[in-house]
C-alpha cells in the first residue's frame, strides 16, 4: 500500500501525449469525460460490434477500427472521482458486489447483453489470472484483500475502470486515443460534423496559445459529477483568508485539496457532515499518524483480524467500537452543518449481503396505483401524496425493530396488542397522525421517531446538548455494529428501498415538476442521502471514536459560519460563536448546471446552444430544473429553441432530471439508467459510423 502515487498503464492504444499533433479529422467519435460513463459507452460499442464474442475473446483483424478520443482533464479511464493516483484513504461507499460497468439483462436497451467481470470478479481474477491483472504492486494487494461487502478504495475502483476500458476497445477493435485536457466548447463546422475544442494545454500554452480541436460525427458529453464555480461566499472566504493569513479550504473533491496547511493542535472549523466530511477525518487522522485500535482489547485488529484503521474493512466486527490513539498532528474539528448530524453509517454485515427491506405500507404496488391514478399526468405532489406513505413506512420499519429489541420500550397495553408487522402497518395505515399514533405506544420519547427530522438533532438545549451527543455515539454504534436489530438502522434499510421507489415513480413523469424541484431536491433526496448514503460501517466507528477523544465536536443543528476581522466564526442552535483561524468546507455540489464551472456547459448554456429542462407542472406550465434538456430517447442536446443536436449525446449527471438515476453507478442484476444511456450513445455512434474506420462522414 505504499506505492500511493502508481497509475495503470492508459487503457489506449495510442496516447495523444507521446503522439505529437493529433489529426483532427481522425475520430470517429469524441468522449468529453474519462470516467465510468466513457467506459460503459466504449463497452457498449464493443458489445454492439461483436455480439457473439464472449469477454476476453481474441480480436477480430478483419474489423475496421473505430477511433475514439476519450477526453479528461485527470485520467482517462478513471476520471476525477477515480483517479488512480489519491490517497487509499478515500473509499467508496458501496459495497464491491454492487459495481460494474456490463449491462446485463435487467437494463432494459436495445443493444445486445456481452456480460463482463464486476469489480469483484475483476479483483478475484487479477489475484490469480497473471492475462488480466493490474499492473501495479499496490492494487494487486488491494484486489486480494476485496470481498463483495467490502468497501473499495476509489484507486482500486478506477483500476477496474482502467482495465475494463482497456479490454473492451482490445475485444472491439476500437482505437481509444486519450486526450488530456479540458473541452471549452463543441461548435458545428459543417453538416454532419462536429468540433471539439480544448483550452490551451498549461505545459504549452505560453509556446502555442491557440486551441486544439478534435472532430468527429458525435460527441458524447459524459464529464459525471460537474463542480460549482466559487460563491460569493466562498470568494469572500479566500480573500479574507489571503489578507489576514487564514488557513481556507474550499468546497471541491478531497483528492484535489492541499491538507498541508490544515494546523495540527489546533482548532479548525469543518462546514458540511456529508460523505466528504469522512474522507477529510480519514486524511487528518490516519493520513497524519493516528491509528484506531479495538475499544476492547487495545489491538490493531478486530476480532476477524481486519485493521482497524481500514475505513473499508468488512465483516461482522466492521462496527464494533474503537479507540483513537493520536499522533499530534490531527487538528481538533469543530464540525457543524445545516441538518447538524453526519450522514449515518451503513451496518457492518454478519452473513453476505443483506435482503433490502421489504415495504408493508409503501409497497410498489402502492406506488403503482399512485401511477395509475395520474394516467401519465404530471399531477401527483410529493408532499401531498407520497411523503404519508413514506413517514408511515419510517415509523414501521423503527417501531417493529424496537418491537423485537427491546419489547419494554412499548408500553404495557400495547405489549397486550397485536405488534407482528401487518398488524403494525395496517394500524398505521389507518391512523390520521402514523407519527402521532407511533409515538403513543412507547413509553420514553426518545425511542420515538420523528421521519421528518430523522437526519437532525432534536431540539435540545444548548446545556443538554453533550449529553445528546453521548447518546447519539450510542445509538449510532448499535446501528453499524448490530444492523440486524438496531431500530436506527431498520429505518436506514427502509430509506434505501423507498428512494428506489420514488426514483421509478419519478421517472414515469408523473409527479409535479414545482414539487420536484421543492420537496424532492429540498426535502426527500437530502433526507435518502442523510439515511441510506452513508459511509462504511468501519469509517463510522472511526468517527464516533474521534468524538469519544474529543478530536471532533459537533457544533449542532443549523450550524452558520461567518468571518470577523481576523477569524472565522461559526454559531449554532446549541453553541455561542466560536473563533478559528482555519476553515475547512467539504460540501458536496449535486451537478447542478446554473452554477457549473463546467467551461463547456457553461459556452453551450450562455451561448443558447443548450438550456436547462423543463419540468411540466400540474397546473399546466413549466418550472426548470437545474440540469440539460435533452431528449428522452436519444439523449440528444436540446438548445434555447428546442431543437435537439442528435451529434451530441448527453449522459448521466448534467442530465439528471431526464435520466433519472443516472447519476447512481451501475450495479449487477439492477436496472442501470447509467448503462442504458451508454447503449444508446453507442447505437448513436455506429448509426453514423456504421462500417467504422476514421472517415467522419456525414
Not at 131 to 148: F, K, Q, V
Request: glycine share 10%; charged share 25%; proline share 9%.
Amino acid at each position: 500500500m505504499k506505492d500511493t502515487h502508481a497509475t495503470p498503464a492508459a487503457a489506449a492504444s495510442s496516447s495523444s501525449d507521446d503522439a505529437g499533433p493529433l489529426d483532427p479529422a481522425a475520430f470517429d467519435a469524441v468522449i468529453v469525460g474519462g470516467g465510468p460513463r466513457a467506459v460503459a459507452v466504449v463497452a457498449r460499442l464493443a458489445a454492439r460490434r461483436r455480439p457473439d464474442a464472449p469477454w476476453g475473446a481474441p480480436p477480430d483483424e478483419a474489423l475496421a477500427v473505430l477511433r475514439v478520443a476519450v477526453v479528461d482533464r485527470v485520467e482517462v479511464g478513471a476520471g476525477a472521482t477515480w483517479r488512480t493516483d489519491q490517497s487509499p484513504l478515500l473509499l467508496n461507499n458501496t459495497w464491491a458486489a454492487r459495481t460494474t460497468v456490463h449491462a446485463d439483462t435487467s437494463t432494459p436497451m436495445s443493444g445486445p447483453v456481452v456480460t463482463g467481470p464486476d469489480l469483484v470478479d475483476w479483483a478475484r481474477a487479477a489475484t490469480s489470472d497473471t492475462a488480466s491483472r493490474p499492473d501495479t504492486a499496490w492494487a494487486r494487494d488491494e484486489a486480494r484483500g476485496l470481498g463483495p461487502g467490502s468497501y473499495p478504495t476509489r484507486r482500486l475502483q478506477g483500476a477496474y475502470y482502467l482495465d475494463q476500458l482497456h479490454e473492451a476497445a482490445r475485444r472491439g477493435s476500437i482505437e481509444v486515443v486519450p486526450v488530456h485536457g479540458t473541452v471549452v466548447d463543441v461548435r458545428t463546422p459543417r453538416p454532419g460534423l462536429r468540433e471539439v475544442v480544448l483550452g490551451p494545454d498549461p505545459a504549452t500554452a505560453s509556446a502555442s496559445p491557440a486551441p486544439r480541436t478534435l472532430t468527429a460525427p458525435v460527441v458524447v458529453l459524459a464529464q459525471g459529477m460537474i463542480q460549482a464555480r466559487r460563491s460569493p461566499r466562498t470568494e469572500r472566504f479566500a480573500d479574507v483568508a489571503r489578507v489576514h493569513g487564514l488557513v481556507y479550504v474550499e468546497p471541491g473533491m478531497p483528492a484535489e485539496r492541499d491538507w498541508s496547511a490544515v494546523p495540527a493542535g489546533e482548532d479548525v472549523l469543518v462546514a458540511g457532515l456529508g460523505a466528504n466530511f469522512f474522507d477529510v477525518l480519514a486524511l487528518l487522522t490516519v493520513g497524519r499518524g493516528g491509528r484506531f485500535v479495538d475499544a476492547g482489547t487495545g489491538s490493531p485488529v478486530d476480532a476477524a483480524g481486519r485493521p482497524c484503521d481500514d475505513g473499508g474493512a468488512d465483516g461482522p466486527h466492521a462496527g464494533d467500537p474503537l479507540r483513537y490513539v493520536p499522533s499530534g498532528a490531527e487538528p481538533h474539528l469543530l464540525a457543524g452543518s445545516r441538518r447538524g448530524l453526519p450522514y449515518r453509517g451503513k451496518g457492518a454485515l454478519a452473513d453476505g449481503l443483506p435482503a433490502p427491506y421489504v415495504a408493508w405500507i409503501a409497497t410498489r404496488e402502492r406506488f403503482a396505483a399512485l401511477a395509475a391514478r395520474a394516467e401519465g399526468r404530471p399531477v401527483l405532489d410529493l408532499a401531498r401524496d407520497v411523503w404519508p406513505l413514506l413517514a408511515a413506512e419510517l415509523v414501521l420499519a423503527h417501531l417493529t425493530a424496537l418491537a423485537e429489541q427491546r419489547p419494554s420500550a412499548l408500553r404495557e397495553n400495547a405489549l397486550r396488542e397485536d405488534l407482528t408487522p401487518d398488524a403494525l402497518a395496517r394500524r398505521l395505515d389507518a391512523a390520521e397522525d402514523p407519527v402521532r399514533e407511533a409515538a403513543a405506544l412507547v413509553v420514553d420519547p426518545a425511542d420515538a421517531v420523528d421521519p421528518a427530522r430523522a437526519d437532525r438533532p432534536p431540539l435540545v438545549s444548548p446545556a443538554d446538548w453533550p449529553a445528546w451527543v453521548e447518546g447519539w455515539v450510542r445509538a449510532e454504534q448499535e446501528s453499524v455494529a448490530s444492523p440486524g436489530t438496531s431500530p436506527r438502522a431498520r429505518v436506514n434499510q427502509a430509506m434505501e428501498t423507498l428512494r428506489g421507489e420514488v426514483a421509478r415513480l419519478t421517472r414515469a413523469g408523473v409527479v409535479d415538476g414545482a414539487s420536484l424541484e421543492a420537496f424532492g431536491e429540498g426535502v426527500l433526496i437530502p433526507l435518502g442521502l442523510a439515511l441510506a448514503s452513508g459511509p462504511p460501517p468501519r469509517r463510522t466507528a472511526q468517527l464516533l471514536a474521534l468524538v469519544r477523544a474529543g478530536v471532533v465536536e459537533l457544533l449542532g443543528e443549523d450550524t452558520r459560519i461567518a468571518v470577523e476581522d481576523d477569524a472565522f466564526v461559526a454559531t449554532s442552535r446549541v453553541r455561542d460563536a466560536v473563533r478559528t483561524r482555519a476553515l475547512i468546507e467539504t460540501r458536496m455540489h449535486r451537478g447542478a448546471v446554473t452554477p457549473t464551472d463546467d467551461p463547456l456547459l457553461r459556452a453551450l448554456l450562455d451561448s443558447g446552444r443548450a438550456r436547462r429542462h423543463p419540468l411540466p407542472t400540474a397546473a399546466g406550465g413549466t418550472v426548470e430544473s437545474d440540469s440539460l434538456d435533452v431528449t428522452r430517447d436519444g439523449c440528444a442536446l436540446v438548445d434555447a429553441a428546442g431543437t435537439a443536436d442528435d451529434r451530441v449525446v448527453v449522459l448521466g449527471i448534467p442530465a439528471e432530471a431526464v435520466q433519472r438515476g443516472s447519476a447512481i453507478g451501475a450495479s449487477p442484476g439492477v436496472p442501470s439508467p447509467l448503462l442504458a444511456g451508454a447503449d444508446v450513445a453507442a447505437a448513436r455512434i455506429l448509426g453514423v459510423v456504421p462500417e467504422a474506420g476514421p472517415t467522419n462522414r456525414a
